[in-house]
């Protein structure tokens, strides 16, 4: 009797322990929601506050475990691979828009690894291999050329890019090949071997 009374007792601290965590979750997950949309409404009242200039397209509110934050992705209408981010965590609102909107970080990534990439396949196996090929900022090109960057996937003859090479060929012989090559930088450079301009 003592036996089954403790077995008794047992389960029924397990279930317990099971519907606590369970409600737990739940509550988790449900303050979620309710959390979600006062959220959602600084972010949204954040953008018009500071980018009420912009033609720009918002997402849905993510939410991202690995961080316990919250953002919106803002996207231009005008030229939808820049975009931006403005994001929630402790109660502190933080945005990419310096880096990716106005220094167009992410598409000028992808534009210098497709660029790297054709680079890499011309010149593989030859002392160019090792080459960089870098872009500056978005903001620091003219109106048209960001124009050109932000629709063109094709930028070898652009002139807008800078090659550097650790080599010790010399400046006007790279050029040379390159050009030969149908790759137009807009400046060359060599690095010393301690990987300097």
């Known amino acids: 009797m003592k036996q089954a009374h403790k077995l008794m007792i047992g389960q029924a601290i397990f279930t317990f322990i099971i519907i606590l965590l369970f409600g737990f979750i739940i509550i988790h997950e449900r303050g979620n929601i309710f959390v979600r949309g006062n959220i959602k409404k600084q972010i ?5 506050e500071n980018f009420a200039n912009h ?6 509110l993510a939410y991202h475990f690995d961080n316990n934050s919250y953002s919106i992705t803002y996207t231009d209408q005008t ?57 500056a900022t978005l903001n620091q090109y003219s109106e048209d050329q960001q124009i050109l960057l932000l629709t063109n996937h094709n930028l070898k003859d652009s002139h807008l890019y800078t ?6 060929d010399n400046i006007e012989t790279l050029q040379l090949i390159a050009e030969k090559n149908k790759f137009y930088a807009q400046k060359y450079d060599m690095m010393n071997t301690e990987g300097e301009r």
């Open 44 to 48: 949204e009242d954040y953008a018009q």
């Open 79 to 135: 030229y939808p691979e820049l975009s931006f981010q403005v994001n929630y965590k402790k109660k502190k609102i933080i945005d990419t828009y310096q880096q990716d909107y106005i220094e167009g970080k992410s598409v000028l990534e992808k534009r210098q690894k497709q660029l790297q990439e054709e680079w890499n396949k011309v010149f593989a196996s030859t002392i160019y291999q090792d080459c960089i090929l870098s872009f």
């Open 55 to 60: 033609d720009l397209q918002a997402s849905d």
């Open 163 to 168: 090659v550097t090479c650790p080599t010790t």
